[in-house]
């Protein structure tokens, strides 16, 4: 098995979509101050899966408690780390000791976005993230944009830093085959975690499931496989040529390739008539479509 070639080409179309569209207009000139309860949570590093489980699931309940939308993201990431965690513990991995640290490597990535837009440290904060934490502070998209800004961040542009940084060799295939069987849990977890964020954060959801039937699950398992296996693409680049113009080049890639996601995912594409009704069909109420 080896990474699809049409991956990157894949990215490189819908970034410069979305930077053709450009970014969203700024929420707001005023920086909030760091809240203490959550720079109490991301100071210091993960230590372990559980470690980073732990304070995960304690930031999503802050989050939810008081209507924060960076909360949407995380219902869905801390169910995904708590189950890839077991799947080590039952020795579902080759490498599970790779797997681990992989896995906590990539949290981490998260919890260092997280305190740089705290402290507002936007110098050292990635494109990518600072979009989805705004639009998140905002308040004002839909909650499945806000949940899919965040995936798209750390799917997108973390992933492949995490693998460049606990490393994709030696036997660089056999860590290639558990990275793809994390695809696996993450295929599993598809109706649960929509289900999770429909409960928690948009009731509407569910109708919007109903309706659809399985291709809003196919769809975004498609899109989720396809940006890991974009990642592994770029940490193999960093991995052959970490300091040369090849490793430059792949992480302008990701971070531009992100970036444009992630104002495509906030592009004005439909009507606000239509935007607003989405809201309500989110929040499980009867849309009152009212003219533009």
């Given at each position: 098995m080896s990474p699809s070639p049409d991956a990157p080409r894949t990215h490189l179309h819908r970034t410069w979509v979305g930077l053709r569209r450009g970014p969203p207009d700024p929420t707001s000139d005023d920086a909030a101050d760091p809240d203490s309860?959550?720079?109490?949570?991301?100071?210091?590093?993960?230590?372990?899966?559980?470690?980073?489980?732990?304070?995960?699931?304690?930031?999503?309940?802050?989050?939810?408690?008081?209507?924060?939308?960076?909360?949407?993201?995380?219902?869905?990431?801390?169910?995904?780390?708590?189950?890839?965690?077991?799947?080590?513990?039952?020795?579902?991995?080759?490498?599970?000791?790779?797997?681990?640290?992989?896995?906590?490597a990539f949290a981490d990535?998260?919890?260092?976005?997280?305190?740089?837009?705290?402290?507002?440290?936007?110098?050292?904060?990635?494109?990518?993230?600072?979009?989805?934490?705004?639009?998140?502070?905002?308040?004002?998209?839909?909650?499945?944009?806000?949940?899919?800004?965040?995936?798209?961040?750390?799917?997108?542009?973390?992933?492949?830093?995490?693998?460049s940084t606990i490393g994709v060799g030696p036997d660089r295939a056999a860590k290639y085959a558990d990275h793809c069987a994390v695809n696996d849990v993450l295929r599993r977890l598809v109706d649960e975690v929509q289900d999770r964020l429909a409960d928690r954060y948009a009731p509407g959801l569910f109708d919007v499931d109903e309706s659809l039937g399985r291709l809003d699950e196919a769809l975004s398992f498609v899109a989720l496989a396809e940006g890991r296996d974009t990642a592994w693409w770029a940490a193999v680049a960093l991995a052959d040529s970490r300091f040369g113009v090849r490793a430059a080049v792949t992480r302008w890639f990701l971070r531009t390739s992100a970036t444009g996601v992630a104002h495509l995912l906030l592009s004005p594409t439909v009507s606000r008539r239509l935007r607003d009704a989405l809201r309500e069909v989110e929040r499980g109420r009867d849309p009152q479509v009212e003219s533009d």
């Amino acid at each position: 098995m080896s990474p699809s070639p049409d991956a990157p080409r894949t990215h490189l179309h819908r970034t410069w979509v979305g930077l053709r569209r450009g970014p969203p207009d700024p929420t707001s000139d005023d920086a909030a101050d760091p809240d203490s309860a959550v720079l109490a949570l991301v100071a210091d590093p993960f230590e372990s899966v559980d470690d980073a489980h732990r304070r995960l699931v304690a930031l999503e309940r802050l989050f939810h408690a008081r209507g924060d939308r960076r909360g949407p993201f995380l219902a869905i990431y801390s169910r995904v780390t708590r189950e890839v965690g077991r799947e080590i513990e039952a020795g579902s991995f080759a490498d599970p000791a790779w797997v681990e640290s992989y896995l906590v490597a990539f949290a981490d990535l998260y919890r260092e976005a997280l305190f740089r837009f705290e402290t507002g440290d936007t110098e050292a904060l990635a494109d990518p993230w600072q979009v989805a934490f705004e639009s998140a502070s905002a308040g004002r998209n839909l909650v499945a944009q806000d949940a899919v800004l965040g995936i798209n961040a750390h799917v997108n542009y973390d992933l492949a830093l995490a693998l460049s940084t606990i490393g994709v060799g030696p036997d660089r295939a056999a860590k290639y085959a558990d990275h793809c069987a994390v695809n696996d849990v993450l295929r599993r977890l598809v109706d649960e975690v929509q289900d999770r964020l429909a409960d928690r954060y948009a009731p509407g959801l569910f109708d919007v499931d109903e309706s659809l039937g399985r291709l809003d699950e196919a769809l975004s398992f498609v899109a989720l496989a396809e940006g890991r296996d974009t990642a592994w693409w770029a940490a193999v680049a960093l991995a052959d040529s970490r300091f040369g113009v090849r490793a430059a080049v792949t992480r302008w890639f990701l971070r531009t390739s992100a970036t444009g996601v992630a104002h495509l995912l906030l592009s004005p594409t439909v009507s606000r008539r239509l935007r607003d009704a989405l809201r309500e069909v989110e929040r499980g109420r009867d849309p009152q479509v009212e003219s533009d």
